[in-house]
């Protein structure tokens, strides 16, 4: 188990991929590097991308409304790491970012050993993409000075609090799409599915899709599947989104989820000796800090999904959760920064359209939240079972609070699957994935006929990155699917 | 034949068959029941037997009764003991005697009476508990096709024959027959509850169709469950076609499984046959061939009865020889043995009754020869399987067992109600359980919240049958169902 976790990634871990977990990875890169756009989008004009090691870029040409191929177009950036030998190569792999915000700078970048980036070149050009409205591709643009606070209420938020964040956030969604223009009503799933359509016809025209989609990458691969499933070659899904319920549903089985994540972190300290807290009970140094340092509370939320990864999952936290309890708070600055949205770009207005990015992709796919009463309801269940992390459910950054006063209704409003039968589809899952909970693997997995199902015995998000036996059995999957038997189980 | 080869025959009893559970009526709270007698079985040795008067339908407690029996062998470990456990037979079919006795070993009974009384029952309309009755001469002939569906006139025959066999077993069994489905027999298990003074709540495990008794148990009387595992399941949220196609379709997912087990084992009789000719052809020197493979391959691969019985059995075939083919055709007949000739013909009703009560009649011709050809198409070898009539003689259940059923259903499909939490509830399946595959599983457990989850990486039928570690995960969280996390991965 700790040896494994040895390969897993470097300091910035933790800018992960999911937004479901608050974390927002770094986005809008320098904005200088204007995108070469191809005349036609089959011709690819691939250079080395200027801020990533060891990585080629290009921009594809697609149109901001999928219905409208005629209308306005922007250029979507793809990078690349090629395939190291040409004799072993398999074609090409395509890495749905999640998120969403999650784009190239960070699947070739901060995240590029975590998922074996350089291990599947051994066989694929790994081809990943900034999806519409982040990093370089038409990134999405608001008034910096209309950025809300980060909403996390300490307890259940009145309804005045309520009614003031639909205030706040309507009116900076409104600068989003004032200064954004159309693309910020084409942000959803099925927009995003358009564009992996235009990826695949450039860049393997003459072969299915072959894709590895985790977080809410699934979410866009799950919409492909329904769009395009003729198109698929092999699709693996892990960590996945399930699109059959609603926004509070899903909010509610994530934060069910961290909790049960904070159980089990307090379970290894009570075991482990290694862990700094060990001999103390972790809840009560937990809420004693949360206390007087409110943020530990978002903190340790996100680093769940990290698992026992020794630099930011639980060593780290326990480590975090002891300075700041002897007053300490560095450790805590260090990781809420490394977290943080907004990146490196120089523009304000990228900046603050990073904060907004999220929203307008769940909003689109799950709509706006209005119904006070109705959350309140589903919020108080969640604080019966969850009472440390209820808060959660309200919060922006992966919470209901992300979609409340967003302005229009979703574009793409959940659903059960309507896809045919799929064995060339791999529903992937850990078994304690905070942010993505093994519930949603399983209600997906029912949702596509003849689907193979993976489940791995680990701790934190996706399984690849945590499970040796994960990778390995989707990488063969990927290769060829009839190759995996309808299950595995990976024991760790 | 070694004693192992014995657990087959059980297994598929419980095994082949759908269950159903439903909305019970309520329970009329009796006083304190009368202190059970528990004297020696008359026809079981070493098992102690007692009765309870119970309703033949629970929404009138004050109407008609009869005597269900209860049968128990006693804590063998007064030390550890934790009150009493009753397993909630499957099938439909299998009463105390099989449950154990015969199957006695393979529940692992002997290591679950150094804790508790180990209870079972004969389920209404089965054994000494109001057995059915049914004229010996209107029992329906085996007349399903093997290679094709059946024709509108076959089906119509077949509608015929039945009604006048069911309407006659009415006539003969009197006012139970009107009471089989999963939520009376669900009132049953209330009643027992009571009986056994498990006054903080009810501890059980059921097994295949039990699972479904189960399930209906915790819809009607959820808040008086203590622990209850439910293993090897079936879904009744799905019709009756549905539930027969997954059958059929796991049943072909696993002889090519089987198959490939030949193909890399040398101790497999076929190992280096192509296995698929084999069974074609021992199948057109022996039509009944096809039935015990279909039943046998619930034992999974088991090395003295599931994989290399039946590949033992094919070679011989082959070769002219019916020893192993004889000896499987009397260890897997379902029939009864009872001198009464009426109750013998009555086993041939119980399988629909239970199933007819719990999903209804089928008279859509039309539909089921849709649902048929898909299955046809997907598990070409196991078709017919989705057309049986005869349930017992074929030992599988198949959609025209309900064609002619005389009343709507009592039960119908429906998902388990929403609400509650269930931590104190188990659904555990092997990855490969040929009559009740995973998907099942994982469709209930995404019905009961907070239910904990078993897969065990395992072939067979009910996990704790073929997996020690799920075994044993069982009996934990028998003991102590708080001990348990909220999904365990058996690796075998």
């Not at chain 1, 907004?356 to 589903?378: I, N």
């Not at chain 2, 209870?119 to 010996?136: H, K, Q, T, W, Y």
């Amino acid at each position: 188990m700790w040896s494994l976790h040895k390969a897993i990634g470097g300091a910035h871990f933790l800018a992960v991929t999911l937004t479901l977990a608050g974390l927002h990875p770094a986005a809008g890169a320098a904005p200088s590097g204007a995108v070469d756009v191809a005349s036609s989008p089959q011709v690819l004009q691939w250079t080395a991308c200027p801020n990533i090691p060891d990585t080629e870029c290009a921009g594809l040409d697609v149109p901001v409304d999928p219905a409208r191929p005629d209308g306005e177009h922007f250029a979507l950036r793809l990078g690349r790491a090629a395939a190291k030998d040409p004799a072993q190569r398999k074609g090409v792999l395509l890495i749905i970012p999640g998120g969403p915000g999650v784009g190239i700078d960070g699947m070739f970048g901060q995240l590029r050993s975590q998922f074996r980036i350089d291990d599947l070149r051994r066989w694929y050009d790994v081809v990943s993409f900034d999806p519409r409205g982040i990093g370089q591709s038409s990134p999405i643009r608001c008034a910096p000075d209309a950025v809300p606070p980060a909403f996390e209420p300490i307890g259940h938020p009145s309804l005045a609090e309520f009614r003031a964040l639909a205030g706040a956030n309507a009116a900076f969604f409104q600068s989003c799409f004032a200064a954004t223009g159309e693309l910020m009503a084409h942000l959803s799933a099925m927009d995003t599915v358009a564009d992996i359509e235009r990826i695949r016809q450039a860049l393997s025209p003459n072969d299915g899709l072959v894709a590895y989609a985790g977080s809410y990458g699934s979410a866009y691969a799950a919409a492909y599947l329904e769009r395009t499933g003729d198109h698929v070659k092999a699709l693996v899904l892990d960590g996945v989104v399930d699109h059959s319920v609603d926004l509070p549903t899903l909010i509610a089985r994530f934060v069910l989820s961290v909790n049960d994540a904070f159980d089990r972190f307090a379970q290894w300290c009570d075991q482990d000796s290694a862990c700094p807290l060990h001999g103390r009970n972790v809840g009560t140094v937990f809420d004693a800090v949360a206390a007087t340092t409110p943020k530990i509370r978002t903190a340790v939320a996100k680093f769940m999904a990290a698992g026992r990864d020794p630099r930011q999952g639980w060593p780290a936290i326990a480590q975090m959760l002891a300075q700041v309890s002897a007053g300490d708070t560095s450790a805590l600055e260090k990781l809420t920064h490394a977290a943080s949205p907004g990146g490196t770009a120089e523009d304000p207005w990228i900046v603050a359209g990073a904060k907004a990015l999220p929203s307008g992709v769940l909003c689109a796919d799950f709509g706006p939240q209005r119904d006070y009463e109705a959350l309140t309801a589903a919020g108080a269940a969640v604080a019966l079972r969850a009472p440390r992390f209820a808060w959660r459910f309200w919060a922006t950054e992966a919470g209901v609070g992300d979609c409340v006063g967003w302005p229009s209704e979703a574009t793409n409003p959940p659903h059960r699957l309507q896809v045919g039968s799929h064995p060339n589809v791999m529903v992937a899952n850990g078994t304690h994935d905070p942010p993505t909970p093994l519930i949603n693997a399983l209600a997906v997995w029912l949702q596509i006929p003849e689907a193979r199902l993976l489940i791995a015995d680990v701790d934190g998000h996706q399984s690849l990155p945590f499970s040796r036996c994960a990778f390995e059995a989707q990488l063969r999957f990927l290769v060829d699917p009839t190759s995996v038997s309808t299950t595995t189980l990976c024991p760790d | 034949m070694p004693h192992r080869a014995l657990v087959p025959v059980a297994l598929v009893l419980v095994a082949l068959f759908a269950f159903a559970r439903g909305t019970p009526a309520a329970v009329a709270q009796s006083g304190a029941p009368p202190p059970l007698q528990w004297a020696p079985c008359d026809d079981i040795p070493a098992v102690e037997c007692a009765g309870i008067e119970v309703p033949v339908d629970h929404a009138r407690p004050d109407g008609a009764t009869f005597t269900l029996r209860l049968g128990r062998l006693p804590n063998t470990d007064p030390a550890q003991k934790r009150g009493s456990l009753l397993i909630i037979p499957g099938g439909p079919g299998p009463g105390i005697k099989i449950i154990l006795v015969d199957y006695g070993s393979a529940l692992k009974v002997d290591e679950l009476r150094r804790y508790f009384d180990v209870v079972s029952f004969d389920p209404r309309g089965i054994e000494r508990s109001n057995p059915l009755r049914c004229a010996p001469e209107l029992v329906p002939p085996v007349i399903a096709p093997f290679d094709r569906p059946p024709t509108r006139e076959e089906f119509e025959a077949v509608t015929r024959a039945n009604a006048a066999f069911y309407r006659n077993c009415f006539e003969l069994t009197g006012d139970l027959m009107h009471y089989l489905s999963a939520m009376d027999t669900a009132g049953d298990i209330e009643r027992i509850r009571q009986a056994l003074g498990q006054n903080d709540g009810l501890v059980a495990s059921g097994g295949s169709y039990g699972s479904g008794y189960g399930a209906a148990y915790l819809e009607g009387f959820g808040d008086r469950v203590k622990t209850l595992v439910l293993d090897g399941i079936l879904d009744h949220s799905v019709d009756l076609a549905t539930v027969i196609s997954r059958n059929d379709l796991s049943v072909q997912a696993s002889f090519d499984r089987f198959a490939r087990w030949c193909a890399r084992e040398p101790a497999c009789a076929l190992h280096g046959r192509d296995v698929g000719a084999a069974y074609d052809a021992a199948v057109a020197a022996a039509p009944f061939v096809r039935k015990l493979v279909a039943q046998f391959l619930a034992g999974g691969n088991d090395p003295e009865s599931g994989w290399s019985l039946i590949a033992r059995m094919l070679a011989e075939v082959v070769a002219g020889d019916t020893a192993t083919l004889d000896e499987l055709t009397r260890i897997g007949s379902l029939a009864s043995r009872d001198e009464d000739p009426q109750v013998r013909a009555g086993k041939n009703a119980i399988i629909p009754g239970v199933f007819c009560s719990d999903s209804g009649p089928q008279r859509d011709y039309a539909a089921l020869l849709d649902a048929g050809a898909t299955v046809a198409r997907l598990a070409p070898r196991f078709a017919w399987k989705f057309w049986v009539a005869t349930p017992l003689e074929l030992s599988s259940a198949g959609v025209l067992m309900c064609a002619g059923w005389p009343h709507e259903a009592r039960n119908p499909p429906h998902r388990l109600p929403a609400g509650g939490s269930y931590p104190n509830v188990m659904v555990a399946n092997p990855t490969y359980d040929p009559p009740t595959p995973l998907s099942n599983a994982v469709s209930v457990w995404l019905q009961i919240p907070e239910a904990r989850l078993l897969i065990a990486d395992a072939d067979g039928h009910q996990s704790l049958v073929v997996s020690r570690c799920a075994f044993d995960a069982h009996l934990r969280f028998l003991l102590d169902p708080a001990s348990t996390p909220p999904v365990t991965l058996c690796p075998d």
